[in-house]
């Protein structure tokens, strides 16, 4: 078991875990995820390691949007999961390339904090740009910040930073004409896909960390097969950073939806099963009252 030394909301839906998990934390790098099972019938899910620390403690974010990360999402601190397995995965190219552009979309910005901290280290000059549907969506804007040449925030609604996608932002840093090394965009597929194609025009080095559906995440049974180059790749061993520009975003995305109707007949299954749970410790009060 591996216990939740702490557990906090960071926006809505969205919740930072540090877990103990000491050998993890000893070997991870930027760019590696682990493979998470909360209990015994669990599904696997992979996250990425937004961070770690000397006391042997591994950093998540997590937002609930299926089953799994739902219920995972209602822990605390003190409770434990069952299994923690990695680091797994490629780490992500660290060099000092020059200027290189990091743009984390969303609950994305959490895979990208730790290789912005990484190319910060060796000597790059790191332009950030963090984008959201609104504030209260926005996470690790100080942490960003603090590892960031130069931080520019997206909203999409204007509520923080500037009105517009990071998309756009991007398309204004190519634009003033400062020689880019190298982008990393890490976020949902429509918006990775996005910058791919605002750098493809400029031959600007592009890396996209993909999270399809997977499974073991040892390459065995090849799940998160995806189409890079024309090429299968598997993202749990070869990835999960590829060439942006040699992704094939259409098949990615047909992938993805292959599970969708059991996802979520899953996630009504358990928000009931919630449901009926929160209905009968209020019954229970209600008798214990009166």
């Known amino acids: 078991m591996f216990p939740i030394v702490e557990a906090r909301p960071l926006a809505r839906d969205v919740k930072l875990f540090r877990i103990h998990a000491p050998r993890v ?15 015994e019938h669990g599904e696997r899910i992979p996250l990425t390691i ?13 937002q609930g949007v299926g089953k799994t990360t739902k219920w995972l999402n209602t822990l ?29 979309g969303g609950v994305g910005t959490a895979i990208a904090y730790p290789t912005a901290v990484a190319m910060k280290k060796a000597g790059n000059h790191v332009i950030s740009i963090v984008g959201s549907r609104n504030r209260e969506l926005l996470i690790l804007e100080d942490e960003m910040r603090a590892t960031s040449d130069e931080l520019c925030i997206m909203t999409d ?3 923080h930073g500037e009105k517009g996608f990071v998309t756009e ?73 590829f060439d942006a520009h040699q992704v094939d975003f259409e098949v990615l995305i047909q992938r993805n939806r292959l599970y969708k109707q059991q996802e979520t007949e899953s996630l009504a ?22």
């Open 169 to 241: 932002k991007l398309q204004q840093v190519i634009d003033r004409g400062a020689p880019i090394a190298r982008v990393l965009a890490i976020g949902p597929v429509p918006m990775m896909r996005a910058v791919a194609e605002r750098t493809r025009p400029h031959a600007i080095k592009t890396i996209v960390s993909l999270n399809p559906i997977m499974v073991d995440g040892t390459g065995m049974c090849g799940g998160c097969r995806v189409l890079v180059g024309g090429k299968s790749r598997f993202a749990c061993v070869d990835g999960p950073e």
């Open 25 to 39: 934390a000893k070997k991870r790098q930027a760019g590696q995820f682990v493979i998470l099972r909360i209990a």
């Open 269 to 290: 299954r358990f928000e009931k099963e919630q449901c009926e749970a929160a209905k009968q410790k209020s019954s229970c009060r209600l008798e214990q009252s009166t």
């Open 157 to 159: 609604d204007g509520s």
């Open 76 to 104: 605390e601190t003190g409770d434990s999961i069952l299994d923690v397995v990695g680091p797994l995965g490629e780490e992500s190219e660290i060099d000092t390339f020059g200027t290189v552009v990091i743009i984390g």
């Open 50 to 62: 937004a961070d770690s620390d000397d006391e042997g403690n591994i950093t998540i974010i997590v």
